[in-house]
């Protein structure tokens, strides 16, 4: 079955403007959760979806905003970049079930310039 | 506050030989812990998880063991393999309703030929 799909995979962007990138989940799968990974602080949770709505949030501001449609795709918006924001944005789906149901997807390398 | 710790940055092994990757926990709340693989420019990949009703889960030439005492936990591969050279995420799920999993900073594992 096809695994979990980001695009796009590489994105540059000019600080100041936002950004969104998208994650399609396994089929069947309708929680998505969405993790930054930056060398100095591993992998740190942004946010939960589970039936288009944010069941869990991790300790990021505001700028950081996500949502989830119908059809489980879910898209991660950041607001007004900052050269901090540079990072592998990962997403992961999962049944819900079980914590070792996540399967995450190859990740969108965001640079902030 | 880092709540998942992997205090070895790095780890270096010679093809054969066991290799045991570390994690500490600080979080009462935690009972299920997991294991990812990351190669790079790929997303990570799970390898072995443990609840905390349990001290040891085995799969294959990996193996897991928890000491929730010490709150502390290791994954040990046996015998290592180059293929095995990847960066090794230790993670931990507070459950219930809640489905984000706090990572560590991971360990980089080189298997020497």
């Known amino acids: 079955k096809a695994g979990v799909t980001q695009t796009p995979r590489y994105l540059i962007k000019t600080r100041g403007q936002q950004v969104t990138l998208s994650c399609s989940p396994i089929?069947?799968?309708?929680?998505v959760s969405w993790y930054q990974q930056t060398p100095g602080q591993g992998l740190q949770f942004l946010f939960e979806?589970?039936?288009?709505?944010?069941?869990n949030k991790g300790n990021f501001p505001g700028r950081f905003s996500g949502r989830q449609f119908s059809n489980s795709r879910s898209e991660m918006n950041v607001s007004t970049l900052e050269l901090g924001d540079s990072a592998l944005y990962l997403c992961?789906?999962?049944?819900?079930?079980?914590?070792?149901?996540?399967?995450f997807g190859s990740g969108t390398r965001l640079t902030v310039v | 506050d880092q709540q998942v710790k992997q205090n070895s940055p790095s780890l270096s092994v010679q093809e054969g030989r066991i290799s045991i990757l570390n994690c500490d926990y600080t979080?009462?709340?935690?009972?299920?812990f997991l294991w990812y693989k990351k190669y790079p420019a790929e997303g990570p990949t799970f390898l072995i998880s443990?609840?905390?009703?349990?001290d040891k889960n085995e799969d294959g030439r990996f193996t897991v063991f928890l000491n929730k005492s010490a709150k502390h936990l290791s994954l040990h591969i046996v015998p290592s393999q180059p293929g095995d050279s990847a960066v090794y995420f230790c993670?931990?799920?507070?459950?219930?309703?809640?489905?984000?999993?706090?990572f560590g900073k991971g360990t980089l594992l080189t298997v020497n030929p």
């Open positions: 992961a789906s999962s049944l819900r079930t079980e914590p070792y149901g996540y399967t």
């Open positions: 089929s069947g799968h309708r929680s």
């Open positions: 979806y589970f039936s288009e709505t944010q069941r």
């Open positions: 979080n009462s709340m935690f009972d299920y």
């Open positions: 443990i609840s905390s009703i349990k």
């Open positions: 993670a931990a799920s507070a459950g219930g309703s809640n489905y984000k999993l706090t």
